[in-house]
């Protein structure tokens, strides 16, 4: 079985010094400026994402103009559109039973799947002219080829920029957690475009206006939010998990990938023709009837997502009252 050491190092004794022979840390100037050129470069890498990504944003929300950023309006719906995501991502945050996730590093997160969702935008607007031509199945494969893959990928950008690499994700579990506050960062800006799409620019001088004008869109966008949130936890789990196994870290971050994009991609196959023919079958209202598809299909996944979060609760409660039940028989040992 494959280990981590060279069979030199595996064989030699402590004595013998192998810097630069099958060892190697940190002793020479040499040595200190590849671990700075090293740290430079990973550093501008990912400042170099983040510039793109926030050029990408302001381009976006410049073609909506800025008025809308300030309208008092435009905030209540976009509030109004995110509370189920909220409430979907503060129950996953809770549910974590380890050490509570920092402000920082989920404001962090939070921020910066805003900012890489302008990459899935950017490219799901250039790609989808090839797939419409083809009809329905054309759709289909878009969505699976690009919207789910791309979309749920950009979220797991945004933690593995700067959360996954902090000490403090420090449990399985923290995947979860980030990955449903990315999931959330993600449902914000794209509500926030979806409502700036249908609210006419000279409504914004009249509140009430606006409002009227963007209350539809808001109450769809508040039925597709938690998706978001399902999508990433599941993601971001399985990427937590590959922090933990680096021996098969490619894997596993793949396997949370395609799991979070075919379920995504699935949602948006399903959501129309079936809305569509609940409400022709039953006599419904559309809005009806799509109320009904989301409460079925994302409360069945996120029922899922629900059991995988409490199986690590039970293993690491059971797991933490093991170690108690051996530490006190020490401890009686000791006083003894």
Do not use: C
């Amino acid at each position: 079985m494959p280990t981590d050491e060279d069979p030199i190092a595996s064989r030699a004794d402590d004595d013998r010094d192998l810097y630069d022979v099958a060892t190697w840390e940190e002793r020479t100037s040499l040595d200190g400026l590849s671990v700075a050129l090293y740290w430079l470069l990973t550093r501008s890498a990912k400042a170099g994402v983040v510039l793109v990504a926030l050029v990408g944003l302001l381009a976006i929300l410049g073609s909506f103009g800025l008025g809308l950023l300030f309208d008092p309006a435009i905030a209540i719906l976009l509030g109004l559109s995110v509370i189920p995501a909220l409430g979907l991502a503060a129950y996953v945050y809770v549910s974590d039973v380890t050490t509570g996730e920092p402000l920082s590093l989920l404001v962090a997160t939070f921020l910066l799947s805003i900012l890489t969702a302008t990459f899935a935008a950017i490219l799901n607007s250039v790609l989808q002219p090839y797939f419409r031509p083809l009809g329905f199945l054309g759709i289909v494969v878009f969505f699976f080829v690009v919207v789910g893959p791309i979309e749920e990928s950009v979220k797991l950008l945004a933690v593995r920029l700067y959360a996954y690499t902090d000490d403090r994700f420090d449990a399985v579990i923290d995947g979860a957690v980030y990955g449903a506050i990315a999931g959330l960062g993600f449902v914000v800006i794209e509500n926030f475009v979806y409502i700036a799409q249908n609210v006419d620019m000279a409504e914004l001088t009249v509140g009430i206006a606006t409002l009227g004008a963007g209350d539809g869109i808001a109450a769809l966008r508040a039925l597709a939010g938690p998706g978001h949130v399902v999508y990433s936890a599941f993601a971001g789990y399985y990427l937590g998990l590959a922090k933990f196994n680096p021996g098969n870290r490619g894997p596993i971050i793949v396997k949370g990938l395609v799991l979070a994009a075919a379920i995504h991609a699935l949602y948006n196959t399903l959501v129309g023709p079936v809305t569509g023919v609940a409400a022709g079958l039953f006599g419904l209202p559309q809005v009806v009837a799509l109320f009904g598809f989301v409460v079925v299909f994302q409360g069945a996944f996120g029922y899922v997502l629900i059991r995988k979060i409490r199986r690590y609760r039970d293993a690491y409660l059971d797991t933490r009252d093991a170690v108690g039940a051996d530490v006190e028989p020490e401890l009686d040992e000791f006083e003894q």
